[in-house]
């Protein structure tokens, strides 16, 4: 069955991909398919979020109000029995999952109808009470994908607006004791462009995985895009610099910056960001990547235009993306 979601799509997002996150399990497939993805479960979740990240607090995220949330019977109507090509996998998405009432229910639910693999975007701390986590592991959460934008608490917490950085990766060590799978994601932005060096060998270290850098698209007004967005130059200037032995990948950018870096992210990150509103420069138009770029998010066009594209160049071998390039 379709769930619409409680309020139009944004300006700064594709109202078409963002139909696909709360469309019907046939729907999903389909495009999931379309995107060159496995084609797995997607519930996303609407309520409110504990942080005012200033990036994307509003009505809509922080504010929400209680009656407008994802209803039981809608979560209850879209977690039917999994589907053999699903292989037992569902990735949950929204606000902040963890805080939505129905969430220890539609797990239970979830481990019911055969999915034993629970893949969650969240911002982590509520993974910090034991008997919970353990509970939702038992059920089947098997990966997590978090931001985190520095390494450091005062860094990360001025960013989400909220004491937050000293209890999520206290729940993120503890959940990858257990065995969960540790994703992480930051978004380029100037002020914490010189932590993310330091934050991506603190993921590589700490949780084993690779750090997933995404652009930053405008909010209508919300806070000054201009300023606080990382040019496109200036991240891959960053990234030429770095030592070799720390990874990194890059997911929603076009292929021409930084393209020896490799893109792509787990799915639940790149699906995540594949909303982000996207276009291309007319500088664009004869780069033989453009088929399978993503494009540019809109805001870089519209404030900076091309500056930062190379398009000419195509990709290095061996970078071009993944399936989850978003």
């Known amino acids: 069955m379709p769930h619409p979601s409680p309020s139009p799509a944004p300006r700064h997002e594709d109202a078409a991909v963002r139909d696909v996150l709360t469309a019907g399990v046939a729907e999903q497939h389909a495009a999931l398919r379309a995107w060159g993805l496995p084609p797995v479960r997607l519930l996303v979740l609407y309520n409110p979020c504990a942080f005012r990240c200033f990036f994307c607090a509003s009505a809509g995220t922080s504010d929400r109000a209680a009656d407008d949330r994802t209803p039981w019977a809608q979560i209850a109507g879209h977690l039917s029995p999994a589907l053999p090509e699903?292989?037992?996998?569902?990735?949950?998405?929204?606000?902040?999952?963890?805080?939505?009432?129905?969430?220890?229910?539609?797990?239970?639910?979830?481990?019911?109808?055969?999915?034993?693999?629970?893949?969650?975007?969240?911002?982590?701390?509520?993974?910090?009470?034991?008997?919970?986590?353990?509970?939702?592991?038992?059920?089947?959460?098997?990966?997590?994908?978090?931001?985190?934008?520095?390494?450091?608490?005062?860094?990360?917490?001025?960013?989400?607006?909220?004491?937050?950085?000293?209890?999520?990766?206290?729940?993120?060590?503890?959940?990858?004791?257990?065995?969960?799978?540790?994703?992480?994601?930051?978004?380029?932005?100037?002020?914490?462009?010189?932590?993310?060096?330091?934050?991506?060998?603190?993921?590589?270290?700490?949780?084993?995985?690779?750090?997933?850098?995404?652009?930053?698209?405008?909010?209508?007004?919300?806070?000054?895009?201009?300023?606080?967005?990382?040019?496109?130059?200036?991240?891959?200037?960053?990234?030429?610099?770095?030592?070799?032995?720390?990874?990194?990948?890059?997911?929603?950018?076009?292929?021409?910056?930084?393209?020896?870096?490799p893109r792509g992210a787990a799915d639940t990150i790149g699906l995540y960001f594949r909303t982000q509103r996207r276009a291309f420069a007319p500088l664009c138009a004869a780069c033989t990547a453009r088929p399978r770029c993503p494009g540019v998010v809109e805001a870089q066009l519209r404030q900076r235009g091309d500056a930062g594209l190379s398009p000419f160049r195509a990709p290095s071998p061996g970078t071009s993306p993944g399936s989850t390039g978003g």
């Open 86 to 261: 699903e292989q037992g996998r569902l990735i949950v998405a929204g606000n902040e999952p963890l805080l939505h009432p129905d969430f220890d229910r539609l797990m239970d639910l979830a481990a019911d109808r055969a999915f034993h693999h629970i893949e969650l975007m969240t911002s982590g701390t509520p993974l910090s009470d034991p008997a919970r986590r353990t509970r939702w592991i038992q059920r089947g959460l098997r990966a997590v994908a978090v931001p985190l934008y520095a390494a450091v608490a005062d860094e990360h917490d001025a960013v989400v607006g909220a004491p937050a950085w000293d209890g999520l990766v206290a729940a993120l060590d503890a959940a990858h004791a257990e065995g969960v799978r540790v994703e992480v994601h930051s978004l380029a932005l100037r002020r914490t462009a010189n932590a993310l060096l330091p934050l991506a060998r603190m993921v590589q270290a700490r949780w084993g995985t690779t750090l997933a850098i995404a652009p930053l698209r405008d909010k209508e007004g919300q806070f000054d895009w201009a300023r606080e967005a990382l040019p496109l130059d200036a991240l891959a200037d960053r990234l030429a610099a770095w030592p070799t032995d720390v990874g990194v990948r890059l997911v929603g950018f076009p292929f021409c910056v930084a393209p020896e870096a």
